[in-house]
């Protein structure tokens, strides 16, 4: 089993920047993958930023060069540095871990709001 707790959203105005954080508890030594994924009100939930066990990160094309997703394993953190933010960044955004055994966990999700 694994604990995901998000915090660090809120509201911001366009340009502006949010450090996401999602605190792991339980199982961590088998996690695998971290993501951070968001969901707009109506629209899917999209993965956003990712970050392999060995560092390997990907991200969607819309945040390249203004995101950074990044893990400390002595913390047992995961975070999401929000730069240049735009209002169509506005999503609830959720922690997401999936261990080596395929199993999936989800955080509640932290609400980013970019006013223009």
């Known amino acids: 089993q694994v604990q995901l707790v998000e915090s660090g959203g809120g509201l911001v105005q366009a340009g502006g920047s949010l450090t996401l954080s999602c605190a792991a508890s339980?199982?961590?030594?088998?996690?695998?993958?971290m993501d951070w994924y968001r969901q707009a009100p109506g629209k899917q939930r999209n993965m956003v930023a990712s970050?392999?066990?060995?560092?390997?990160?990907n991200y969607v094309d819309s945040v390249k060069g203004r995101f950074t997703i990044s893990r400390d394993n002595t913390k047992n953190t995961l975070y999401l540095q929000m730069n240049s933010l735009k209002p169509e960044d506005t999503a609830a955004y959720y922690c997401?871990?999936?261990?080596?055994?395929?199993?999936?966990?989800w955080g509640q999700g932290t609400q980013v709001t970019v006013s223009s």
């Open positions: 997401h871990a999936k261990l080596f055994a395929g199993n999936n966990y």
């Open positions: 970050i392999t066990s060995d560092g390997t990160t």
């Open positions: 339980g199982s961590i030594f088998r996690i695998d993958t």
